[in-house]
């Protein structure tokens, strides 16, 4: 009695396991906001997700599609860096329920928000990755950003060349926490800094 209880108990585990698991399309294909060879990928989660990347370092710009398993931090919402000084990135996040749901998910710019009233000190240098300073240059914010941020890494771009990356600037709240393993068209490949605080309001 006691085995056959375990076993309908297992299998009423296996059951509600494969309800919640779903099967999405899976690429990045960095540099390229369309995927040439979608791979699938089993998601626990039930969640599917298409982020849609844009970065900008010095006169370059970087656009990226990456899609996967979806991740309810991240979904439906955008992380956003600001510097106005060489440096934006920007990764947001759609997502949806049901069998590769985000196959027809397509690379999309999100619009340009409005200032909320907030500003945090402003810089960017490409040739270290120790925290640039900013003297008196401040980026006002938008939209969700309100917390500035630290950052110094090095970062291997889609060409294959490597650089060091240091900037302050405006970041959407919570970025911290949520983090980047990734820029947009770059990988990050080593961190050394990357702190947020709260932005000073505008008086």
Known sequence: MRKS???????????IASAQSTTCSACWPIGDTECCKEKERECPSGL???????????????????????????????????????LTVEACAKCCTGEKCNDDLSYTRASVEEPNGYFCP???KNDTTEVCNPGSDVVYCRGAQTECVKYGGGVIFSDGTAHPVSAQGCITQGGCQLGFSALPGA????????ECTPAT???
């Open 48 to 86: 599917c997700m298409t982020t849609s990347e844009f970065c900008q370092l010095d006169d370059k710009k970087y656009q990226t599609i990456q899609k996967g398993c979806g991740d309810s931090n991240y979904c439906n919402g955008c992380l956003r860096v600001t510097t106005e000084k060489g």
């Open 201 to 203: 309001k505008i008086e």
């Open 122 to 124: 402003a810089c960017y």
């Open 187 to 194: 990988k990050e490949a080593q961190r050394m800094t990357m």
């Open 5 to 15: 209880y375990i076993c309908i108990l297992f299998a009423f585990m296996t059951l």
